[in-house]
């Protein structure tokens, strides 16, 4: 079934320096979305990606839809303490539900100041 | 306060007890779902609603669960005669179309059974 994978599992930055998560699937995604959970928080929606190669930049966030639409980035330049949490790629479920989402496993950012 | 609203956010019940949350969706969102996640995953779908009607149910959702949308505003979602790998963060979401917009989670109701 459909699946998204995610890697890292966890990563942990000096505050200032780069990061950046990847979000692969096995088959074509009709579209990406991208959120953010804070810790003990919910998820919170970040961009949504529709077409193939496409690149979208969010002050210091960038995101890309791979050119197979088959795989996902989120690179944050230079982080902050406010960037602390974990970032979820998400799949939408046309198949069944129309429109639910399946979830990767999340990176966990920590920042350390 | 316009988002999801989730009430309670926190239940701790004894094994075996039956136990209701509640979901209050953003007013003009028509689609309604119920996410659980537990420590360290990402959420994972239950079901969801158009309207009133419950269009789908993840094969996650055991006959101890069911969830409700009387007239298609507030959801319920009940877990009967409960157990401990029930203990998780039950989300609910809502959104306006299908896959096409943002999905604005409510913050959840974090359920410990003991």
């Known amino acids: 079934g459909q699946q998204v994978m995610q890697i890292p599992q966890y990563q942990h930055v000096q505050e200032g320096e780069d990061f950046t998560t990847y979000c692969n699937s096995s088959t074509t995604l009709s579209n990406i979305q991208w959120y953010k959970q804070r810790p003990g928080g919910h998820p919170v929606f970040l961009i949504q990606l529709v077409k193939s190669g496409e690149v979208k930049k969010q002050k210091r966030l960038t995101f890309q839809f791979g050119e197979a639409k088959k795989n996902s980035s989120l690179h944050i330049t230079a982080t902050q303490t406010t960037d602390v949490g974990t970032y979820f790629c998400?799949?939408?479920?046309?198949?069944?539900?129309?429109?639910?989402?399946?979830f990767g496993k999340g990176t966990k950012l920590s920042v350390k100041p | 306060d316009t988002g999801v609203s989730q009430n309670p956010r926190h239940k701790i019940t004894k094994r075996g007890q039956n136990v209701t949350f509640r979901c209050d969706p953003i007013?003009?969102?028509?689609?309604l779902y119920w996410y659980r996640q537990t420590l360290g995953q990402g959420p994972e779908f239950l079901t969801y609603?158009?309207?009133?009607?419950?269009?789908?149910k993840s094969r996650l959702l055991s006959d101890r669960f069911s969830a409700e949308r009387p007239k298609g505003s507030f959801s319920t979602l009940e877990i009967q005669r409960t157990e401990q790998g029930d203990s998780a963060m039950y989300l609910c979401?809502?959104?306006?179309?299908?896959?096409?917009?943002?999905?604005?989670f409510g913050q959840g109701t974090r359920l410990t059974v003991v």
């Open positions: 979401a809502s959104s306006l179309r299908p896959g096409s917009t943002e999905a604005f």
């Open positions: 007013s003009e969102h028509n689609r």
């Open positions: 998400a799949e939408v479920n046309y198949g069944g539900s129309q429109g639910n989402l399946i």
């Open positions: 609603f158009q309207n009133e009607a419950q269009l789908e």
